[in-house]
């Protein structure tokens, strides 16, 4: 039996400790292994609040005495100093205060090894179950681990020693974990382990691992202390302490100031990790929002990039899109969401939809950024009064635009966005004066307006969210004129440029999303289209059908000739049923036959469901069934009705002109 000797006043049954307010705060004297725990909790208890010790007795101060404390868990021969133990344990805890200044659960693993050496330990490891620092995959409960064990990954590493010979395993690689070892132990029971003298004898469990016996003996371990890293029931790891340079080996008391600190970390590890689990989860909820592939058609070839903003910041709402329209055309968008999170990817995903539907409706872009408009307010408003819903601001900025291959003209509108950058074939970079328009969503009541630029073939544009041009210190317009630069490659493909313009921000600070879609346009031969007008009469059909026919055997399409000649005897007597003035039809061949008629008529027409006893309604049934989609479109005098069929099974060689699939990217 050894003894703890502390000071205390006469007539007082406590150990004490004043804080700053002179609040006295004391523990009953108490005897054995729970002494030394009262010791390190009081210590821990208090760490936060800066304390003045009790008034030092003068030497002759007689009436101070000294009190015993009993204790049956301290190796023999060793005498703990109470004073010595709080100088160790403020000191470790005291640092522990820096712990918590990132919500990067790897870089808080590595501040954990970093704090404990070299005042408590030579080397120290930390290893994380692997579900933490990715934010993936379930918790592993303490108690519910069976015959497979939980996949650790190092996530730090400190030494006293240059380069960490003592590591086996650098940050981010996974840990072997040996069966039949203390670390089983401790990740099967959630309890510590503490080895005062490694042995490395035959048989042991050392003996066993021949990679740790390696670095054991060539570094000079001797004694060992395995702690689990807990939180809520949740097992998140374990920490190892080693000692080489100090002779001392852990003792009884350095585990319980171990496991008081291990347990302080686990707080900012479990932060770190389910704040990293959220991120991750918002992350792949915008990733599967994101399109896989984008379909440039005829029109354009297409490519793209996507990084998340740092991880302080989160995932916000950016979204890309590339859709295909009627007439070989496209609409390219791109788009901001306000905030950042969960929220924000999940209100993304309801905008792109949202812009889907309407680009569906083949608007102009001015007026489909109106019908935008309205949806994010009414989105709001629906928000707003949910009552599991707080009040927020639901916004968002937007480019919109459609290019069209058989003009090469481009019809641009942005509410509150900025503008495309613009690369013509020779590198030169513009950024066209676009009126900039409102945000969505904030019920401005400005209208919007668009702008047509004709393109030359082989023409650049970039679409770009503010993370690509924004950083702190760094004016927006010489960010656009470092992405205008990256891009000014004409020689090099879309994928090389994307990599070029992400790379001129991967230096700045992430504080925003940064997406970019990049597209070169593309033009469509005057020996791929086919147009006619057709008188409004009645020999319109035949002839309709006639010319059709002929155009079809010309492009070698002949195995489409039937099907086509139904669709356009079908159109064109609605043409001249419901129009009066001429009728124009037009074949399109490019990765898909398009055939459209036209005429002066500003109903759209709507397919019905036909009683066997009617003699009309069928004829859109049978356009449907026929082609690959149809639909219909404003035009500038009337409208276009239109139909598409694919050239798989057409007879004879197909177009020049395939669709491109371009697969997106992120960083």
Not at 178 to 195: K, M, Q, Y
Not at 331 to 341: K, T, W
Not at 619 to 643: E, F, I, M, N
């Amino acid at each position: 039996m050894h003894a703890v000797h502390l000071l205390r006043p006469p007539r007082s049954p406590s150990v004490g400790f004043h804080d700053r307010t002179g609040i006295s705060h004391g523990c009953d004297v108490v005897t054995g292994q729970s002494a030394i725990r009262s010791i390190v909790r009081l210590l821990a208890n208090l760490f936060l609040c800066p304390m003045s010790p009790l008034p030092k007795p003068s030497e002759d101060d007689s009436s101070m005495t000294k009190t015993t404390i009993s204790t049956n868990c301290v190796t023999p021969g060793r005498q703990i100093n109470a004073s010595d133990m709080s100088d160790t344990a403020f000191a470790l805890l005291d640092e522990q205060g820096r712990l918590g200044s990132t919500l990067d659960v790897m870089q808080t693993g590595q501040e954990l090894a970093e704090l404990a050496v070299p005042q408590f330990a030579d080397y120290v490891a930390v290893d994380l179950e692997q579900s933490v620092p990715f934010g993936e995959g379930p918790p592993v409960r303490i108690g519910s681990i069976g015959e497979r064990f939980p996949v650790l990954r190092r996530a730090g590493v400190a030494s006293v020693r240059r380069g960490v010979p003592e590591a086996a395993w650098v940050r981010g690689e996974p840990v072997y974990v040996p069966p039949a070892s203390p670390f089983t132990d401790v990740l099967r029971t959630g309890r510590s382990h503490i080895e005062p003298v490694l042995k490395t004898v035959p048989g042991s469990w050392i003996d066993r691992d021949p990679v740790r016996t390696q670095k054991i003996h060539e570094n000079g371990m001797h004694s060992a202390m395995v702690v689990p890293i807990c939180a809520r029931r949740v097992l998140l790891g374990m920490a190892l302490f080693i000692r080489t340079e100090n002779p001392a080996p852990f003792q009884e008391d350095d585990l319980l100031l171990a496991e008081e600190f291990v347990r302080r970390a686990a707080v900012s590890l479990d932060n770190a990790r389910q704040y990293c689990r959220e991120q991750s989860a918002a992350l792949a909820l915008q990733r599967n929002l994101l399109p896989h592939r984008l379909r440039g058609g005829a029109a354009v070839e297409a490519a793209s990039r996507y990084r998340p903003a740092d991880i302080d910041r989160g995932v916000g709402g950016d979204w890309f899109d590339v859709i295909p329209l009627s007439g070989a055309r496209v609409a390219l968008v791109v788009g901001d969401v306000v905030g950042h999170g969960i929220n924000a990817a999940a209100t993304m995903g309801r905008f792109r939809t949202a812009v889907h539907t309407l680009a569906g409706m083949e608007l102009p872009s001015d007026e489909l950024l109106a019908h935008l408009d309205d949806t994010v307010q009414r989105l709001a408003e629906g928000d707003s009064d949910a009552p599991d819903q707080c009040a927020g601001v639901v916004g968002a900025t937007c480019l919109y635009a459609v290019y069209d291959p058989l003009t090469r003209r481009c019809t641009v509108a942005a509410a509150g966005h900025p503008p495309p950058a613009i690369v013509d074939p020779q590198g030169r970079v513009m950024f066209p004066d676009l009126p900039t328009g409102a945000p969505l969503g904030f019920g401005l009541a400005v209208p919007f307006e668009a702008m047509e630029l004709e393109l030359p073939e082989g023409t650049l544009l970039a679409f770009y969210t503010d993370g690509m041009i924004e950083t702190r210190g760094q004016d927006i317009e010489e960010g656009m004129h470092r992405l205008g630069t990256a891009l000014a490659q004409p020689g090099r493909s879309l994928e090389e440029l994307c990599t070029r313009a992400m790379a001129s921000v991967e230096d700045q600070e992430a504080f925003d999303d940064a997406s970019l879609l990049l597209v070169r346009t593309r033009s469509i031969s005057p020996a791929q289209v086919a147009s006619w007008t057709l008188p409004n009469d009645q020999t319109a059909v035949r002839h309709a059908r006639n010319l059709a026919a002929g155009q079809l055997a010309e492009w070698g399409l002949e195995g489409l000739v039937d099907d086509m000649k139904l669709i356009v005897s079908e159109l064109v007597t609605n043409a001249v049923r419901h129009s009066a003035g001429p009728i124009r039809l037009r074949l399109i061949q490019h990765h898909v036959l398009t055939l459209e008629v036209a005429d002066d008529d500003v109903n759209s027409p709507r397919m019905r469901s036909a009683r066997t006893v009617d003699e009309h309604g069928r004829g859109l049934a049978l356009v449907a069934q026929l082609s690959r989609r149809w639909g219909t479109r404003p035009a500038q005098d009337g409208k276009v009705v239109w139909a598409e069929a694919d050239l798989a099974h057409a007879s004879g060689p197909q177009s020049s002109v395939l669709p491109v699939d371009a697969p997106t990217s992120s960083t």
